[in-house]
């Protein structure tokens, strides 16, 4: 069975700094599906990011950016110039195929610090 | 704009009711997903459909029944309501091709 690992459950980051959030992974598959999600405090679940393990290329929106390591199995996030708004916890997903279910990892809280 | 709506955000039942949580989406998406949310505990999945009238269990179905008579509605039911109920519940639905998934707002449930 797949599992997603978050290892650490909490995190802060200064106003306007760089944070990296981890995850990591176990599958056997070659072609699967990886996400973060963000859920403000509150507020509803919303995608930050995805990859699909096909593409060699990290994926970036805006700040939020992947470090998509496939034979390590991590998938990490960085947030850049951080920012208040950006507090919230973060969930790494996966799936093995397009229409697959998610396998999520415990989520880690990012507090941002003014 | 896609979305997910929940009947309500917060419920409050009393131990041994029967409980209806109710799960609309606009997406047209086959796939629809029910999770509660305890802390350190991370998202667990209760039932998913692929379909109408077709259920899935996930992880954690015990105490937990689900009903999709109508391809935008998926209703959770707890049929007798107990304390270690007490959660928040996300719904969340997808399209068959695409795992990304759309959650609903949740609804807090308090089983007292």
């Known amino acids: 069975a797949q599992t997603v690992t978050q290892s650490q459950p909490e995190m802060s980051v200064q106003e306007a700094e760089t944070v990296t959030l981890s995850c990591t992974y176990d599958?056997?598959?070659?072609?699967?599906?990886l996400f973060w999600y963000k859920q403000p405090p509150s507020r509803q679940m919303i995608l930050v990011i995805r990859?699909?393990?096909?593409?060699?290329q990290n994926a970036t929106e805006n700040r939020f950016s992947v470090n998509f390591q496939k034979a390590a199995k991590s998938f990490s996030l960085k947030i850049s110039d951080s920012q208040l708004g950006d507090a919230a916890m973060y969930f790494c997903?996966?799936?093995?195929?397009?229409?697959?279910?998610?396998?999520f990892g415990k989520g880690i809280t990012l507090s941002v610090r003014p | 704009d896609v979305k997910v709506t929940q009947s309500s955000r917060y419920l409050v039942k009393r131990t041994g009711e029967k409980v209806f949580l109710e799960c609309v989406q606009d997406?047209?998406?086959?796939?629809m997903f029910w999770y509660r949310q305890d802390p350190g505990l991370g998202l667990r999945l209760i039932y998913f459909?692929?379909?109408?009238?077709?259920?899935e269990k996930g992880d954690i179905p015990e105490g937990y029944s689900v009903s999709r008579e109508k391809k935008e509605r998926f209703s959770l039911i707890l049929e007798s309501a107990s304390t270690n109920q007490t959660s928040m519940y996300l719904c969340?639905?997808?399209?068959?091709?695409?795992?990304?998934?759309?959650f609903g707002p949740g609804t807090r449930l308090t089983v007292l």
């Open positions: 969340a639905s997808s399209h068959h091709r695409d795992p990304e998934q759309f």
């Open positions: 599958t056997s598959e070659s072609d699967y599906y």
């Open positions: 997903a996966y799936a093995a195929g397009a229409n697959s279910k998610l396998t």
């Open positions: 459909s692929y379909d109408v009238k077709m259920k």
């Open positions: 990859q699909e393990a096909y593409k060699q």
């Open positions: 997406m047209d998406h086959e796939n």
